[in-house]
């Protein structure tokens, strides 16, 4: 049996597989690639075989697996775009709500500290200190750090 399998990603960049849909790059929307199916990872793959993603195989309930890198950084160089991008209506309720309150250079610097930040950590904990941060008001992008890095410090 051949390892790979072709797949076109949807206008979010995300593929189904299996009844489960993992995440590609935004740079993917609406093209092919491969997914190289192990018994313990899904790997997305470009046509020269590089790649793309590399995501946990879901078994059981666990409907969707998102890697958020690859968004983050792309949105951080056009904020205003991700409203039309799809996946605005996949961050989670807390950040959607700071990001309408931000102005066009604030939602920049903070989609790039997300970006920076989601190698360390799962959107609950920087959720988490975004709520830290958000108890005395509207903070700042490095009030949110701030309080991340509190966070990670007294865990």
């Known amino acids: 049996m051949w390892p790979y399998s072709t797949v076109k990603a949807d206008k979010s960049g995300l593929i189904h597989f299996e009844t489960k849909l993992y995440s590609t790059s935004p740079r993917f929307a609406q093209k ?4 190289e199916v192990l018994y313990n990872e899904v790997r997305i793959l470009d046509e020269a075989y590089q790649c793309i993603v590399r995501h ?3 078994y059981g309930n666990q409907t ?3 890697i958020w890198q690859p968004y983050l950084k792309l949105v951080a160089k056009r904020p205003r775009a991700i409203k039309y991008s799809g996946v605005y209506d996949q961050l989670p ?5 700071y990001l309408k309150m931000c102005k066009e250079a604030e939602q920049k ?11 360390h950590a799962s959107f609950d904990e920087l959720t988490e200190a975004l709520r ?3 108890a005395m008001g509207h903070p700042s992008v490095e009030q949110i750090k701030q ?3 509190a966070r990670k410090f007294n865990q």
């Open 64 to 66: 969707k697996s998102m």
């Open 109 to 119: 610097t903070a989609f790039s500290l997300l970006a920076e930040l989601m190698t």
């Open 93 to 97: 309720d807390e950040w959607q709500q």
């Open 32 to 35: 092919k690639v491969l997914i």
């Open 56 to 58: 946990p195989r879901l």
């Open 132 to 134: 830290m941060a958000s």
């Open 147 to 149: 309080a991340f890095r």
